[in-house]
T-cell receptor, first 112, second 113 residues
């Protein structure tokens, strides 16, 4: 099993550009989520999904969109990138509520 | 509002020593407290987790101590090794529908030989 995979590993954007961060898991997990990690702030939940077709907002959802058309994939879309979105983004999946979360390797995003 | 407060921000421990990281929470609905370990350039990985029905949980050199009345929990790393050098995050979640995990701000541990 590949576990949780994320692409790209690193991306540079200009302010106003849009992009999609990809996340896929092959563990048949129902729960998937996106976090951003910033220095001194830990991990903050952006959006999450409890199954295909079901998504909801986390702590810091503004400027991001998600969709979940399949169990395996959970892409994160930046609609109009801003310098404040410079961060490291992690996707995670788990079997269920309060079960172990498995994290991907992260995507480092720099918005100029 | 930081619902899980973690300290210290950084920690330097001699090889063989005990590393102690503390966390405090506010939400009394939290009932699941995992600790994650993160090496540079990698995603976090679950280290150990505890529920409030026990006061202590041990896995190898790693022990979680839990004080429900004080709303505090801590990670102890016994016989710390250079390979333990990483960033550690405490976290907490409440039951009911989804794993909305609240993370602490992290502790960067360096174990020196």
């Amino acid at each position: 099993n590949a576990g949780v995979t994320q692409t790209p590993k690193f991306q540079v954007l200009k302010t106003g550009q849009s992009m999609t961060l990809q996340c896929a898991q092959d563990m048949n997990h129902e729960y998937m989520s996106w976090y951003r990690q910033d220095p001194g702030m830990g991990l903050r939940l952006i959006h999450y999904s409890v199954g295909a077709g079901i998504t909801d907002q986390g702590e810091v959802p503004n400027g991001y969109n998600v969709s979940r058309s399949t169990t395996e994939d959970f892409p994160l879309r930046l609609l109009s990138a801003a310098p404040s979105q410079t961060s490291v983004y992690f996707c995670a999946s788990s079997y269920g509520d309060q079960e172990t979360q498995y994290f991907g390797p992260g995507t480092r995003l720099l918005v100029l | 509002q930081q619902q899980v407060k973690q300290s210290p921000q950084s920690l330097i421990v001699q090889k063989g020593g005990i590393s102690i990281i503390n966390c405090a929470y506010e939400n009394t609905a939290f009932d699941y407290f995992p600790w994650y370990q993160q090496f540079p350039g990698k995603g976090p990985a679950l280290l150990i987790a505890i529920r409030p029905d026990v006061s202590e949980k041990k896995e190898g050199r790693f022990t979680i101590s839990f004080n429900k009345s004080a709303k505090q929990f801590s990670l102890h790393i016994m016989d710390s090794q250079p390979g333990d050098s990483a960033t550690y995050f405490c976290a907490a979640s409440s039951p009911g529908g989804y794993q909305k995990v609240t993370f602490g701000t992290g502790t960067k541990l360096q174990v020196i030989p």
